[in-house]
């Protein structure tokens, strides 16, 4: 079928009322929940062809993440799905306001690359928790796993329900032409713009999920056995590949050494120079990622790592000695590459992260609250965590999403309903009582009630 006519038959669907009942939503939960559960292997097998993701990371990253987010979404959905009574006012008494949760209609997804299970499925959950049809585009840089995702879909779900559609520019352009009622897009700040442009086309609403160079503090209070250890996780799980891995580090200039040396302990014992098998760390998704990589650690001052073999697609964990105006300070580097920077004093912070775009996530790692509640007041930030980096991400209890240049919108546990329900307000009137007072002809005298009472 083509995409045109794909599009016809969900926007039937919908308008048939396929996925209006709690009933409705939670066979298809419980069928994506199949999906995720009973083809883990395959799945993580998929991902592990793609760019050699080991298992462990692969089911902590990409599958456990889904079913976690499915079952609190089979928890909460009947509370959440529930019309909501609000307060009346004078103006309209007497009446009852009620707010009704409305799923869009039919939605588009377009997922990334870099974890192409749980960034494909998770908009998902939230698109279908909240009654939406969904037509699912996933990365076709991660091959097997797009692919995979096609074919298990075709075997879960009716295509009127939910259908992945394959391909990359070409595809997604013809998509973006298509009629959607809204479109989740997770991907690079570049794309989204694009995505953008063309949804504005039609007036569709868009939540975009975009990255950014995510900062990570570390004042001179810091834990640093601890910090160095969550640091260096949050940079090396995925090889770096991470939306919200931590770009790098700006630190007090008083433990920067410090710091550098932990590092390579840490490194050390995470993956003591063990990098052949695979079995611990990831290798990057393909030859342009590699050399863009390699051209960034070319024109850094590497203290520490950053071998790298081309024709495996492998590059080490690198230290690297930065300034702000070196290159790898001017994109987001998207691979295990980690600048360190120090500042003085305290507000150096604040005046160098507000003077570049806000990033997806922040990272500070001190117990001192001072510090803390200054960042939090003056340094604008998607989201992110103190003394800890990346796992903000695990909490459903929390929205998750960029600000300015690293998104808008948000998505994980109800906010994903959110996301993909429109708020309808309703007022309800008895047909008793009809006072004159609102309607032609005006006189002084309706003026004056309604100051009276309005006023
Ligand atoms: P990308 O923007 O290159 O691709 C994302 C999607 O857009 C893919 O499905 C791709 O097929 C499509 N696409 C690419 N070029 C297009 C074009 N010209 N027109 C229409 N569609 C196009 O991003 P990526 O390389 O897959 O992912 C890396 C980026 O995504 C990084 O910037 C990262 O920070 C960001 N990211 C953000 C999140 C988040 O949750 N905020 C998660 C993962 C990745």
């Not at 840490?266 to 990622?289: P, Q």
């Amino acid at each position: 079928m083509n995409i045109s006519d794909l599009v016809k038959n969900q926007k039937a669907a919908f308008s048939q009322g396929i996925l209006r009942t709690h009933e409705d939503r939670t066979r298809c939960l419980k069928l994506l929940r199949d999906l995720v559960s009973e083809n883990e292997e395959a799945l993580c097998n998929a991902v592990a062809q793609d760019f050699g993701k080991p298992y462990v990371e692969a089911f902590a990253t990409e599958i456990y993440t889904l079913l976690h987010e499915i079952d609190f979404h089979l928890k909460h959905l009947a509370k959440w799905m529930k019309p909501e009574s609000v307060s009346g006012s004078i103006a309209v008494f007497p009446s009852k306001s009620v707010i009704y949760n409305r799923p869009f209609g039919t939605v588009l997804v377009i997922g990334a690359w870099n974890y192409p299970i749980h960034l494909a499925l998770m908009p998902v959950i939230g698109a279908l928790s909240a009654g939406n049809t969904v037509i699912l585009k996933p990365s076709e840089l991660a091959t097997h796993t797009s692919a995979l995702l096609a074919k298990l879909t075709d075997h879960y779900f009716e295509s009127r329900v939910f259908k992945v559609v394959e391909g990359a520019v070409d595809e997604t352009r013809e998509l973006l032409s298509q009629p959607f009622d809204k479109i989740f897009f997770t991907g690079s700040t570049r794309v989204g713009k694009i995505v953008m442009k063309a949804a504005a086309e039609q007036l569709i609403p868009v939540n975009l999920e975009l990255g950014g160079k995510s900062p990570t503090i570390v004042h001179h209070d810091a834990n640093l056995d601890v910090s160095a250890k969550r640091i260096w996780w949050g940079k090396t799980i995925n090889a770096g590949q991470t939306c919200v891995a931590p770009d790098f580090v700006l630190i007090h200039e008083s433990v920067k050494e410090q710091f550098i040396e932990k590092s390579k302990e840490v490194l050390n014992t995470f993956f003591k120079n063990d990098y052949v098998t695979g079995s611990n760390y990831c290798r990057i998704i393909n030859e342009d990622h590699f050399d863009r990589l390699k051209g960034l650690l070319e024109s850094s001052n590497v203290i520490f790592g950053g071998s790298t073999n081309r024709e495996t697609l492998f590059i080490e964990p690198a230290i690297i000695d930065a300034k702000w105006d070196d290159p790898i300070m001017q994109e987001e580097i998207f691979g295990p590459l980690l600048p360190v920077l120090s500042y003085k004093n305290e507000s150096e912070i604040v005046e160098q992260l507000t003077a570049r775009p806000a990033p997806l996530a922040l990272y500070l790692f001190t117990e001192k609250q001072e510090l803390q509640h200054l960042i939090l007041e003056r340094v604008p930030f998607g989201g992110g965590c103190f003394n800890e980096t990346v796992t903000h991400l695990g909490n459903p209890h929390l929205p998750f999403g960029g600000v300015g240049s690293s998104g808008m919108g948000s998505y994980h546990g109800k906010y994903s309903f959110e996301t993909f329900t429109r708020k309808q307000g309703v007022l309800k009137k008895p047909i008793w009582p009809d006072p004159d007072l609102k309607y032609p002809p005006y006189d002084e005298s309706k003026i004056k009630w309604l100051k009276k009472w309005l006023v």
